[in-house]
Every structure is written in structure tokens, then in C-alpha cells.
Nanobody
Framework: QVQLVESGGGLVQAGGPLRLSCAAS????????MAWYRQTPGKQLELVASTLSGGGTNYADSVRGRFTISRDNVKVYLQMNSLKPEDTAVYYC??????????????WGQGTQVTVSS
């Protein structure tokens, strides 16, 4: 069984930094994409940033230049700088993992709340 455990959320003032971490554990043969999503009440889940196993990264326009995604084996991080109140959301870690069978599957963390005060 694969688990993704997030940490690092909390309350921060606008303009400040925050770093999210996510670690995958369990029966893992290989990890493809790792990503961070976020969701606010009444809105759809939004892709914030993603990183491929080969090192490529992708960012939402709203966070490009402020957020940085990085990866270390089974861990993925999201360094968030110059935070804005509109970044307030529940952030979810996502990973595309080959754990069993013959295909990759998506796994999700439990979510961590990020609140940016103005």
C-alpha cells in the first residue's frame, strides 16, 4: 500500500515564505510525475506545479516565478515565496506511482491547509 504524507502547511503573512513537503512510502517500484494541487471551497482542483521523473517542471501561471517544485527520490517539495492571500487553499500532493500490477496509478496525500493573511 502506497501512502503520501504531507507536511509544512500553516498560517503565514502575505509576502512571506512557506515550504511544503510530501513523502511517498510503501511498495514503490517507480515514480513518474509528482505534483502539487490546491483547492478552495467552491472551486475546482487546480494544478499548482508538477515535476517529471526526468526533471522537467511545469507551473500554473498564477504561481510561476514565486513557487518552486523540487524532488528528491520519493519526496517532493513546494517552496512558496511572496505568498498572496489568494494562495490560501488546501494543498494536495499527488504522485503517479508504479506499485503493483502492470501500470502506474495516481495517489494523493491527505491535504495540508495553507492560509495567507493580508
Amino acid at each position: 500500500q502506497v501512502q503520501l504524507v504531507e507536511s509544512g502547511g500553516g498560517l503565514v503573512q502575505a509576502g512571506g515564505p512557506l515550504r511544503l513537503s510530501c513523502a511517498a512510502s510503501g511498495k514503490i517500484f517507480s515514480i513518474n510525475t509528482m505534483a502539487w494541487y490546491r483547492q478552495t471551497p467552491g472551486k475546482q482542483l487546480e494544478l499548482v506545479a508538477s515535476t517529471l521523473s526526468g526533471g522537467g517542471t511545469n507551473y500554473a501561471d498564477s504561481v510561476r516565478g514565486r513557487f518552486t517544485i523540487s524532488r528528491d527520490n520519493v519526496k517532493v517539495y513546494l517552496q512558496m515565496n511572496s505568498l498572496k492571500p489568494e494562495d490560501t487553499a488546501v494543498y494536495y500532493c499527488n504522485a503517479n506511482i508504479w506499485s503493483s500490477g502492470l501500470r502506474y496509478a495516481d495517489y494523493w496525500g491527505q491535504g495540508t491547509q495553507v492560509t495567507v493573511s493580508s
